[in-house]
């Protein structure tokens, strides 16, 4: 008993140095980012005249600002609107400052920036460079100007910087990530930094210094770029689980895993494969980042993305990454501590994702204790994408059996929170299918 909360003490204090003491100290991203980006959906497309409503140019952001307010998306707190790759010009000005492309961004990055954080709900400002002599795309990188390119982000008023690293290499990111965060934090204006620098590591094999990371990124690219399919968000996701002991004790607030952007209310994902998506971002405690065309995302996916229960399930103060904990008949399942924490017991969301392609729901049960949820008081369930919003009406303890129906690629994602209200179930009202 005695050695057990010694453990318990020893393991918390374990967090506490890495949340406290190592984590970047800019006072931002304390949840996880959220907002819109534009590269997955929008990629590189330049050609406005053939493409006027795909481009990549000034009003594109404005179009996503004024949807993000108007379409109810701000309000819930996606307010970063972020310009990614092709913005600039092929090259720098007379004096080396960075240019925006002057036909499809007439008005220049400063006035952009204005038009963003004038909306209502404080929405925000992003916007996208890379560590190296060049874009991922070709435009200037920001290798040998790092000091004036910083600058110049504070003077154009940017709340959130994405670096990208093409060109550039890999073996002196460990430097040149911090150098530039320290230029950042030399403007004296608070901004988000967003690192890729281990998604290049990870591809050369290379050990990533993810303390480090931690240390000097809000938030890093871990693993590829997101593509519009089942495939490659599930590929991510794997992934995700793969690595996860090295890097989900890096999470927490102000510093995040990032593996992409959502790609729900586009081509790729259905339905169901949506709501996969945004349950297993929401126990990742990844930033929330929608690449869509906001005016064409249809009101069933959008329910997806403004689900208020799985929101709050990412935005978890906490900050505790989540885990796949267990594979088992074709069923992953996925677990969060989330608050509310007391007497040492977590609450927790669990996703059961299912990889089944054998067309019927598959029922599939599991006790709590199974799951690693031993509140001897118990816990109250509550569907996070069920049609009941409220949570079950008696407790569940940690010997019972919590019987789930997932269809194939689809998900049921509960809330668990610790309850010692005592309502304790009678036999039947158990013994419904969460689907
Ligand atoms: C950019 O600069 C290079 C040389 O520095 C020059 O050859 C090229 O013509 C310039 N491009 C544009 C579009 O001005
Ligand atoms: C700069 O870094 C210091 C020390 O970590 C921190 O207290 C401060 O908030 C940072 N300022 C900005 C603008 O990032
Ligand atoms: C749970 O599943 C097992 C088989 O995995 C089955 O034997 C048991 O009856 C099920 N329990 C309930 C309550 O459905």
């Not at 229960?309 to 069923?331: A, H, P, S, W």
């Not at 669990?350 to 816990?379: C, H, M, Q, W």
Request: a negative charge.
């Amino acid at each position: 008993m005695i050695v057990t909360t010694a453990l318990r003490w020893a393991c918390c204090l374990i967090v506490v140095v890495i949340r406290g003491l190592n984590g970047l100290d800019n006072g931002l991203a304390l949840t996880p980012p959220m907002g819109w980006l534009a590269w997955q959906r929008y990629r590189c497309i330049t050609d406005c005249e053939t493409y006027p409503d795909d481009c990549v140019n000034e009003q594109l952001f404005m179009r996503a600002a004024d949807l993000l307010v108007s379409e109810g998306y701000a309000d819930l707190g996606y307010n970063y609107v972020i310009v990614d790759d092709c913005w600039l010009a092929k090259n720098r000005s007379a004096d080396g400052k960075l240019e925006a492309d002057k036909k499809r961004f007439p008005s220049g990055i400063k006035a952009l920036s204005d038009y963003v954080s004038n909306r209502e709900y404080g929405l925000k400002f992003g916007l996208y460079e890379d560590w190296g002599t060049k874009t991922c795309a070709g435009y200037p990188g920001v290798l040998g100007h790092e000091e004036l390119d910083a600058k110049t982000f504070a003077e154009w008023d940017v709340d959130y910087v994405k670096l990208d690293g093409c060109y550039s290499n890999v073996r002196h990111m460990d430097k040149g990530y911090p150098e530039f965060g320290r230029h950042l934090n030399n403007t004296g204006r608070p901004m988000v930094y967003s690192c890729s620098w281990p998604a290049y590591q990870e591809e050369k094999g290379m050990l990533i210094d993810y303390a480090s990371m931690a240390k000097h990124c809000n938030l890093w690219r871990n693993y590829d770029d997101i593509d519009d399919s089942w495939e490659s968000m599930i590929k991510i996701a794997d992934y995700f689980a793969q690595k996860q002991e090295f890097w989900a004790q890096y999470a927490g607030p102000g510093h995040w895993n990032d593996p992409d952007m959502l790609l729900i209310g586009n081509f790729g994902l259905t339905y169901d494969q949506s709501k996969t998506q945004m349950a297993i971002w929401a126990v990742l405690a990844a930033p929330l980042l929608m690449s869509n065309k906001l005016s064409e995302v249809q009101p069933q996916f959008k329910d997806i993305l403004q689900n208020k229960e799985v929101i709050k399930v990412n935005q978890d103060n906490l900050g505790i990454q989540g885990t796949r904990v267990f594979r088992d008949k074709g069923i992953d399942i996925w677990t969060r501590k989330i608050e509310p924490f007391s007497d040492g017991y977590y609450s927790y969301a669990v996703a059961f994702v299912s990889r089944r392609v054998d067309g019927a729901p598959y029922p599939y049960n599991i006790t709590l204790e199974d799951l690693g949820l031993k509140n001897p008081n118990g816990y109250s369930i509550t569907n996070l994408y069920g049609k009941e919003k409220y949570p079950t009406p008696c407790i569940y303890k940690p010997n019972d059996p919590v019987k789930v129906r997932v269809i194939p690629s689809g998900v049921v994602f509960l809330r668990m929170n610790i309850d010692d209200s005592n309502q304790l179930c009678k036999d039947n009202s158990r013994s419904q299918f969460f689907k």
